[in-house]
């Protein structure tokens, strides 16, 4: 079984300021990293992919990924109310389009 | 407008009966997966299908069943046999996996299954 973990929250940090969101995977031979983003009731949407060790940035959202350590954020700068939602960390492995998700944290911003 | 389609949003099923969920897609993707979702839990795989004809099981299949006989489309069936099927059921679909600009999940708008 593939882990993929996550902090389940819930993060509260304060409107304008970063998000620093955490997740972990366990399979070494994983590929390829998503974050998605879920509003209560809804289904997930895609934020940011990345592929290659380093940050990838795109507006108000960085993602970094350090193959070795096995660890891969989002940062959300700027952090907006409507930004408040769940999380969610997903891993590719190597082996076809197989993604494994975490279980989601959960982001309060305050307005 | 391309996308994922799942039907029906809301379903109430009374125990013993079997129910099926539809997914029909329009972005021409080869690969398609349903994923079950429980409060506060990420999502798990129950199948996944990589061509026509053709699907796996996930790592939770136990009491399920699914077809591929479009590649359109990839219904999902919950058998009495599920125990405990009340749950977010989402269907997903992305291009193969060596293709450009592969790898990326694309969700329907998920269909809320309770059991009475």
């Known amino acids: 079984q593939k882990e993929v973990e996550q902090n389940s929250g819930p993060l509260s940090v304060p409107e304008g300021a970063i998000a620093s969101l955490n997740c972990t995977y366990s399979d070494r031979g994983s590929q390829s990293f998503f974050w998605y983003r879920q509003y209560s009731g809804k289904s997930p949407e895609l934020i940011m992919f990345i592929y290659s060790n380093g940050d990838k940035e795109d507006g108000r959202f960085t993602a970094q990924l350090n193959k070795a350590s096995q660890y891969v954020s989002l940062l959300i700068r700027d952090s907006q109310p409507s930004d408040s939602a769940t999380y969610l960390c997903?891993?590719?492995?190597?082996?076809?389009?197989?993604?494994?998700f975490g279980s989601g944290t959960k982001l309060n911003v305050k307005p | 407008d391309g996308g994922i389609t799942q039907s029906p949003k809301y379903l109430f099923r009374k125990e013993g009966q079997n129910v099926t969920l539809s997914c029909e897609q329009n972005?021409?993707?080869?690969?398609m997966y349903w994923y079950r979702q429980d409060p506060g839990q990420g999502l798990r795989l129950i199948y996944y299908?990589?061509?026509?004809?053709?699907?796996q099981k996930g790592d939770i299949a136990e009491g399920y069943s699914v077809s591929r006989e479009k590649k359109e489309s990839f219904p999902l069936t919950v058998t009495s046999a599920q125990k405990n099927p009340t749950a977010f059921y989402l269907c997903?679909?992305?291009?193969?996996?060596?293709?450009?600009?592969?790898?990326?999940?694309?969700f329907g708008a998920g269909s809320r299954l309770t059991v009475l």
């Open positions: 997903a679909s992305s291009i193969d996996l060596f293709r450009a600009g592969a790898n990326v999940l694309t």
């Open positions: 972005l021409n993707h080869d690969a």
């Open positions: 997903a891993v590719k492995g190597d082996n076809f389009n197989k993604f494994y």
């Open positions: 299908s990589q061509i026509v004809n053709d699907f």
